[in-house]
């Protein structure tokens, strides 16, 4: 799921800097005075110095930028899915990493200073690709790559890059894409909330208004790659290339795995797919409802990818609950939970 086996490596480095020092600084630098809008996080090896920061205090300068420090357990603890540089001081890079820089994955522009910003995401053969633009919208940039096993002359000393995730790494739907509610109206993943009703269909083909249980991925407007798929009438829908699409025979198949002439099941009937693409859009969602399938743009579709059948019965409790306990499904903790459980266990399978 990961760029080549990014897990195995974060884990690795992380027990070998743990091993050599117990010190770490880490400081996430922001675009705005309020710390909303991350741009930088780096993470500094302090050694035998103790590490003794605030944990939550937003700090703004002149500048209008802002920052918070933090204590890290490991120099690569507080990178999560960052593209990011590890910084070494000898040539081969097998000594402790004294330093971690990374800006957010994806194509997300992030804002460095006044007239700056840069670009790091990754690919799925583990190269990092860094674009230093000279203006704050990331469009006037210098790019350049740099492989995830390349030990390279760096201003720090020496460097290698590390893929946190790609965009690749996403399941789900485009957030721009749409569900029908009972009220006849049309709405957004992106705007969807736990308790509407939508169009759904059950495993025989029949369709009914069911209610929403889950929102697995909370809101987002990451940038990711999705398979466009076209049918004969005009209906299309974005998803991701391992989200499962029903076909006219019952049976699910990858949105990446279809081409033009397969047959899909629609709200109006069996329809042939006329055209598959790639394409980029921002936010991932997929909404659960007390239903098995979801119709969406007018198409049928697991909620799911990868698998099914295991994180449809994952989610029958909430479907239980739905039933007996309906505004449970809405508490702020069980949102937040579902958040994080939910969104982990969808991609669990990949």
């Known amino acids: 799921m990961k760029c080549a086996t990014i897990t195995t490596l974060i884990s690795a480095l992380a027990l070998a ?43 703004a300068d002149d500048d209008g930028d802002s920052y918070i420090t933090s204590c890290a357990s490991s120099l690569t603890s507080d990178m999560g899915d960052y593209a990011y540089y590890l910084y070494y001081s000898d040539a081969a890079c097998a000594q402790t990493p004294n330093e971690a820089i990374g800006a957010p994955g994806y194509e997300t522009c992030a804002i460095t200073g006044e007239s700056a910003s840069l670009i790091q995401n990754c690919d799925n053969a583990g190269n990092l690709t860094l674009k230093v633009c000279s203006d704050t919208t990331c469009t006037t940039c210098e790019t350049s790559q740099t492989s995830t096993t390349e030990c390279a002359p760096a201003f720090l000393g020496y460097s290698k890059a590390v893929c946190g995730k790609t965009s690749e790494d996403d399941v789900c739907f485009s957030g721009d894409d749409t569900v029908s509610l009972a009220s006849g109206a049309t709405k957004m993943l992106s705007e969807l909330k736990v308790g509407e009703e939508v169009l759904t269909a059950d495993a025989n083909g029949d369709f009914t208004y069911a209610a929403v249980v889950a929102m697995p991925h909370p809101h987002n407007t990451k940038l990711a790659t999705f398979m466009h798929v076209s049918t004969a009438s005009g209906k299309s829908i974005k998803a991701t290339k391992l989200h499962l699409l029903q076909q006219c025979d019952g049976t699910l198949a990858y949105a990446g795995a279809l081409a033009e002439g397969d047959c899909l099941r629609t709200m109006d009937g069996d329809e042939a797919v006329t055209s598959v693409s790639v394409t980029k859009a921002e936010g991932i969602y997929t909404a659960v409802t007390t239903n098995e399938f979801l119709v969406v743009n007018g198409i049928v579709a697991s909620p799911f990818a990868v698998t099914h059948g295991l994180v449809n019965a994952y989610y029958q409790l909430h479907r239980t609950v739905a039933a007996y306990f309906p505004s449970a499904l809405k508490s702020t903790f069980l949102l937040a939970a579902n958040a994080l459980l939910g969104g982990a266990f969808l991609t669990s399978g990949k």
């Open 17 to 59: 800097t743990t091993a050599a020092a117990d010190s770490f600084k880490t400081t996430k630098s922001y675009s705005d005075s309020d710390c909303s809008i991350l741009s930088m996080i780096s993470t500094a090896n302090l050694g035998d110095e103790e590490c003794s920061v605030s944990t939550s205090e937003c700090t």
